[in-house]
Structure formats: C-alpha cells, structure tokens
C-alpha cells in the first residue's frame, strides 16, 4: 500500500515502533438567508498524525498530505520531536484488541440525494418559519452541514483499522417581536437519513420556542422545585462525566477520585458509554486503535468506571476503556457517545408532578461558570415559570447557581424524553426538588 514507505524509512531510522493515524474529511455546508444563498463550502481535507517510539520515547508529527518524500520528512520529525520529551511516561504503540464490533454508520443514500433537493428543504424551512406567526420578524438564517468522516489507523504492530461515517445536520434560528421585545432561538437536528427531514416539525418548534419567550416576568428570588430540560440536561450530563476522566483523576484534579465503587448521585442516575449503540455517532475504535464497548460509568448512583486511554491505564496496571482521542500531537480521554437512563414519565407529566415550580431550557457560559474543583457553579439561565402543572410565562433572564454534584442528588424524577439530540449523547429531561434562582 502507499502508506509501506513511511514504515520503511522508519525502520532504517531505528524507530522501536511506530504509527499512521489518518482521517479524511469532505464537507458541504451552506446557509440562505432571505431566500437567497448566502454561503456555499465544499472542501475536503486530509490529516496525518504520525507517531513514533525512539530510545523509549514518543515522538510525533504531522502533515496535511502525503507522498513518498513526506514519509521521509514525518520519519525525521518524529525523531527530532521525540529528543525534546523530558516524561517518563509511558510510550505505546497499540497491537490491536482481540475483538471489534462491526457498526455501520455510512448511509451510501446520502450522497445520492440532489444538491438541488437539499437547497429546497432549506429554503422550504426558512419559508415556513416565515409563515407560522406573524411575530417571527426575522429568520436569522437557515443552514445544512454534511460531513463524511474517515479514519484508517496503521501500524508497525501489524494493526490496520478503518472506520467511515456521515451525516448531516439542519440549522435554523428566528427573531419574534412584541411589545417592543425580541426574543429569539434556535433548532438543530441529526441524522444520515435524508428522509427523514420534518420540516414542519421543525419550523413548528422553532416558532413556539421563540415566541413563548414573549412578555417575560421576572423571576424572583428563592428556591424552587425545578426541570432540567434534555439540552440543559446534556451540557450537565457532560460536565458530570468530564469527572471521571482518569487523567484528572491522576492528577488529583477531579471530584470523583477514589469515589470508585461507591454511591455519588441519587440511585436514580444510570450514565452509561455507549460507542456501539446503533446511532450516527457509533464506532468500533477509539483513535488509538483500542476496540470500544458498552460499559457503564455510573450504575444506579454509583461510580462504576474511569475513562481510560492507553497511557493512563498503563499508569493504573488496567485495560483502557477506548476513550482515547486524538488531541494534536498527545491523546485525550472523552467518552464516545453518552446515554443516560431515561425514566417513564413524559415532559408533561413531569410539570404535573412539579405543580409549581421553574423550568430551565437553558444556560449559558457553564465552563467559565464553574468552579471544577468544588463543582459550585452560577450560570445566567433561561425559562418558564410553572403553576398548576403547566407553563404559565416565561422568566426575564436569571441566574442558577448550586453544585453539579447537588444537582444529580437531588433529582426525584426523570423524563422519557432522551432522544439523538444535536449535542451527540441521549440524555432527558429530569425533575429535582431545589434550585436557588436570582432574579429581582
């Protein structure tokens, strides 16, 4: 193959062991605003992370194509990296695992779909959002993204993955104005099936979500009962998970260390990594070639496991959980496709449950807004307030604040609401018993 050049030369060289970590991307992506196209990319690229072990150490490069004479120039770069490592950290080239799964994330129809079929749907959305209400003053824009995604990972191991994948997403946003206000808000969808595309679904919900923001109330200041919608939920739900990183935990950063084991949110909360559950996110490898699983990260309130790469399971004498990925030149650790356990109850029944309460769809600035070492956080918020089990209006902007940890405990029901959202997990809506809200 064309790639055998690059493993030559590094023989020759005297590298130990040594890898091509490749992944190739095209994208189509436009907007109309208007009714008018007003942005149009194709483009596709390619990018090589090389990597090589030298005297015991790891040295890496990279380059955004590749050739005969490049194999050379990534060969001597790895050598000249690799002098400047100081660590003693573990240097591993990954033999493969015994078993992949087979996922099929390519939908071979996409790329049969017309360019002009895909333009209509957009500006049929835009059209419709127009025409639902007369306080839509404004569609912001409307816009497609397509991806085709491939990765091939070789090494002097003997190790040869591939893995290719696509999709799309749908993009639109809208102003409403009354009273001298205007609100606005977004919709987002994914998926590799063209069909299935609803765009009056998805212009309805665009529609409700930015005028039933009109003539806000301030909230006032206490404590209430309140529901965590699925976005704001997904955004927490990361956070919760970014804790048991085993790379914080080594480095005595994270709140769930030596938490193994044991009870760290309500028994209600099941998190689980599932890379093999049938979605567009699916896949067989981590980007260091290790096989992925199903596995659970918390397991009825109790942490069950890390997340691992290699190096941090060389570390901690374990297997690594496939969680590596690719970082530049180093390899991080994120889960590859979070789903938490949905409950029973529908979002509706869930307001009936609260009664009387606060409904958060959403929050802004959570990274900056917390504290990773106390899990404190105060974030400016969205939302409604609830009375008699239904949204009587929508709050002015406020402020939540508390503790992520508080948050997970506290939670007394959980919607069955956890669809494919467009931030790549599966996580509901949930009901917890306090939140302190700033208002006026």
């Known amino acids: ?14 590298l130990e062991a040594c890898e091509l970590n490749i992944s190739k991307v095209e994208n189509l992506n436009f907007s109309y605003f208007h009714g008018e196209l007003d942005k149009f990319e194709s483009s596709g690229t390619l990018a090589v992370l090389a990597r090589g072990i030298i005297n015991g150490k790891m040295g890496a490069a990279s380059a ?10 990534l060969v001597n770069n790895i050598i000249e990296n690799a002098k400047l490592i100081e660590s003693d950290e573990p240097a591993i080239i990954f033999a493969g695992s015994q078993k992949y799964h087979r996922v099929n994330t390519f939908n071979k ?19 419709k959002i127009r ?10 824009g409307v816009e497609y993204s397509e991806e085709v995604f491939e990765r091939f990972i070789y090494n002097s191991e003997g190790l040869k993955l591939h893995r290719k994948r696509n999709n799309y997403s749908v993009f639109a946003s809208a102003l409403a104005s009354e009273n001298n206000q205007v609100k606005s808000d977004f919709v987002g969808f994914v998926d590799n099936d063209f069909s299935k595309i609803d765009i009056d679904k998805l212009a309805t919900t665009l529609v409700n ?33 970014s804790y048991a990183s085993s790379e914080d935990v080594q480095k005595h950063s994270s709140l769930f260390e030596g938490k193994l084991g044991t009870q760290i949110v309500n028994k209600k909360v099941s998190i689980s990594d ?53 970082a530049g030149s180093r390899v991080a650790i994120a889960p590859n496709f979070i789903v938490m356990k949905k409950g029973k ?81 599966m996580v509901p809506s949930v009901l917890i018993k306090k939140l302190n809200i700033a208002g006026k």
Do not use: W
């Not at 193959?1 to 005297?14: P, S, T």
């Not at 955004?64 to 120039?73: I, L, R």
């Not at 025409?131 to 912001?140: A, H, K, S, T």
């Not at 979500?209 to 927490?236: E, F, G, H, Q, R």
């Open 1 to 14: 193959m064309k790639y055998d050049k690059f493993f030559e030369i590094a023989k020759l060289h005297g």
């Open 64 to 73: 955004n194509y590749y050739d005969s004479k490049m194999a050379e120039t």
């Open 109 to 127: 129809e996409l790329s049969k779909i017309s360019l002009d079929l895909k333009k209509a749907k957009m500006l049929a959305l835009e059209n």
């Open 131 to 140: 025409q639902l209400d007369q306080r839509i003053i404004e569609v912001e």
């Open 209 to 241: 979500k930015c005028v039933s923001k009109l003539n806000p109330k301030d909230a006032i200041t206490k404590s209430y009962k309140a529901i965590m919608s699925k976005d704001v939920m997904a955004t927490l739900v990361d956070v919760l998970v």
């Open 274 to 326: 599932m890379p093999l559950l049938k979605t567009v996110y699916s896949t067989s490898f981590d980007d260091e070639g290790v096989a992925t699983r199903n596995f659970d990260i918390i397991k009825n309130g109790v942490l069950k496991n890390y997340l691992y790469n290699l190096r941090t399971a060389k570390i901690d004498n374990v297997e690594s959980t496939g969680n590596g990925v690719s």
């Open 345 to 425: 109850l529908t979002l509706e029944e869930l307001f009936k449950k609260m009664d009387h309460g606060v409904y958060i769809t959403g929050v802004q600035g959570l990274h900056a807004g917390l504290n990773r070492q106390s899990g404190n956080f105060s974030l400016q918020a969205s939302g409604y307030k609830i009375e008699n089990g239904q949204i009587a209006y929508p709050f002015d902007i406020f402020t939540i604040s508390g503790n992520i940890l508080d948050i997970f405990n506290d939670i007394r029901y959980i919607a069955n609401d956890n669809e494919l959202n467009i931030y790549g997990c």
